[in-house]
């Protein structure tokens, strides 16, 4: 599914963001990406949507080697994946509907399959009530279950998120994960980079830490491991 072979990166000034990444997610697996703030870990986390660019090594995602690919390539890589931000990244001017609808009208896809799996992602995350509300009538929460629906909509074959429940109060945060766990449930591989250790020691999922640039800790079923 996605594999790095040898990944690192400088950034120019001379800034070591990553060094001799190695590291193989299996297809269906869910990864949590620790470790402390400037660490590596958005770095990592924009590398495997061609955000950021490596300075040496090989990324491969569902087999592909996204960085021989073409401009004219990159944006279909794109649409096989879901990306979810800390601060949602909703427009503005249209309404959750649109919202969700936007990533399918942008590769044309039928009218009436556009609303069917619009429909069905709002029901995933509990909000097809809120349909024709626009993102400034809706709490934090709904935004990111909005940002979750948009980025799920296209059945992408991996979800990458970064901080998702960054801006959330527990109780919500954990709300937004149940919809995580159930998109995983469904073979939905998910990379997350998150400061949030009660979820992650909670969840009991695979945890990689990463630490000045160096992945120094890859547990099948880990910990946050970090003093909050």
Known sequence: MLRMENVS????????????????IKPGEFVFVVGPSGAGKSTFIKMLFREVLPTTGSIFVNGVDIL???????????????IIFQDY??????????NVAFAMQVIETPHREIKRRVLNVLD????????????????????????????????????????????LDPETSWDIMEIFKEI????TTIVMATHD??????????????????????????VYGYEL
Do not use: C
Request: proline share 6%.
């Open 9 to 24: 990166k400088v950034y120019p000034g001379g800034s070591v963001a990553l060094q001799d990444v190695d590291i193989h």
């Open 68 to 82: 021989s690919l073409t401009p004219k390539e990159i944006p279909y890589m794109r649409r096989q994946l879901g």
């Open 89 to 98: 990244r909703l427009l503005p001017d249209r309404t959750v509907y649109e």
């Open 124 to 167: 995933l995350v509990g909000l097809r009530h809120r349909a024709n509300a626009y993102p400034n009538e809706l709490s934090g929460g709904e935004q990111q279950r909005i940002a979750i629906a948009r980025a799920i909509v296209n059945d992408p074959i991996l979800v990458i998120a970064d901080e998702p429940t960054g801006n």
């Open 184 to 187: 995983n449930a469904s073979g």
């Open 197 to 222: 250790k009660e979820i992650v020691d909670a969840m009991g999922k695979r945890v990689v830490a990463i630490e000045h640039g160096n992945i120094v800790r890859d547990e099948a079923s880990g």
